[in-house]
């Protein structure tokens, strides 16, 4: 999966090749100039602090770059990741495996880990490093319960099994079939707490063992 250092050392050759610190590039991108200062990389508990998916957003947009541009800064290495489980849609290489959120909720397009699986997956394009398997999958968002973070027909790219913290965007599908994109409140060995990505959606708190899986949001595509 790709690694909390690539992350930073892709922001870092971004700044450098628009003659740039990551403090100007962050003022360039309207952020706070401290925003990718090497001690905001590290939280107060010791614990690696990602990037947001809005400042990379704002640093794209700031600076004219593509996603394929600044997947091209990620090292190489960072690119490693476990191998898919066996299914029959075609393996990753520049294209991971593409579905319908709505369609998400049916049987048989997931395993119990969460990865894809079966039958009637499409393709999306997304940069990797050619022969490896990261494991991540992209969902398109259908509908506008997500509105206004995400709209009708953004792509999320997901990653099953990678770690989640609080703050971060997930998705999470339950044992009824009910796939959604949220933000993490809180999680414990016994429950959940999701807070809604749409204000006129009220927070939701689920058992876990109503919960299937859960998986990070680790890039959309607006």
Same mark, same amino acid.
């Given at each position: 999966? $790709? ?11 971004? !700044? ?50 593509? $996603? ?28 991971? +495996? ?31 490093? +050619? ?53 993490? !409140? ?37």
């Amino acid at each position: 999966m $790709l690694s909390h250092d690539s992350i930073w050392a892709a922001i870092d050759r971004l !700044a450098e090749q628009h003659s740039l610190t990551p403090s100007g590039l962050a003022r360039r991108a309207g952020l706070d100039p401290t925003s990718f200062n090497k001690s905001k990389r590290i939280g107060a508990d010791g614990r690696m602090r990602w990037p947001s998916t809005e400042s990379i957003a704002k640093v794209l947009e700031a600076t004219g770059a593509s $996603l394929d541009q600044f997947m091209r800064y990620v090292s190489p290495d960072a690119l490693r990741g476990s191998p898919l489980p066996q299914g029959t849609f075609p393996p990753q290489a520049s294209s991971i +495996p593409l579905l319908g959120m709505a369609q998400a909720g049916a049987g048989g397009f997931f395993d119990d880990g969460g990865f894809p699986a079966g039958q009637g997956w499409d393709l999306v394009e997304f940069p990797a490093a +050619p022969g490896r398997n990261n494991g991540v999958y992209a969902l398109e968002v259908q509908g506008e319960s997500m509105k206004p973070l995400y709209r009708d027909g953004d792509i999320l790219i997901v990653e099953p099994g990678a770690q989640v913290r609080r703050g971060d965007r997930v998705v999470v599908k339950t044992r009824e079939g009910e796939v959604m994109a949220k933000i993490l !409140a809180r999680q414990s060995a016994k429950s959940i707490e999701l807070q809604s990505l749409n204000p006129d959606h009220p927070p939701r708190m689920l058992d876990m063992g109503d919960v299937e899986w859960v998986a990070r949001i680790i890039w959309a595509s607006q």
